[in-house]
């Protein structure tokens, strides 16, 4: 699937979640029931099972590689929720995240064939925090932003 035209968020958003399911190991995939997910475009209205993961789209911005042209770059800023149960994978979850978006740029990974062969250029890293609830049973989350450029 290459990345372009009118729905350039909605591709991105599924290339981004698909190569993260692919790239990251979920910590309970021998025990995760069938009817939930580890990696999601947006937070369920079904069933959660923790650890989970939601990839959003959050900002798109446009501009024009030149002044005689319809060819537009744009840039794609994407938010990826790790939410958990621990603290240790809330930490450890999310750097299994950034290696996976940060190495699958070129298709360095076996049988990936790299964001930049679907459209997705210079990947971006801008940045995490803890977003925690209080008490034992509060849920953990790790907010991630990051971003990509697509011309078309």
Request: hydrophobic share 35%; charged share 25%; with cysteine.
């Amino acid at each position: 699937m290459t990345v372009s035209g009118s729905t350039i968020l909605h591709e991105s958003i599924l290339k981004i979640r698909d190569l993260i399911a692919l790239g990251v190991t979920d910590p309970i995939s021998g025990t995760r029931s069938s009817d939930t997910k580890f990696v999601m475009t947006a937070f369920p209205d079904r069933k959660v099972e923790y650890p989970m993961i939601t990839v959003e789209g959050n900002k798109v911005s446009d501009e024009r590689m030149g002044t005689n042209t319809q060819v537009m770059r744009s840039d794609i800023r994407c938010v990826v929720n790790v939410w958990t149960k621990s603290t240790k994978q809330r930490d450890t979850i999310p750097d299994a995240i950034y290696q996976t978006l940060k190495t699958s740029q070129m298709g360095t990974q076996a049988g990936w064939t790299g964001t930049e062969l679907n459209g997705l250029y210079d990947f971006k890293f801008f940045g995490e925090n803890n977003i925690d609830e209080e008490g034992q049973k509060g849920i953990h989350r790790k907010r991630i932003e990051f971003g990509y450029f697509v011309i078309g």
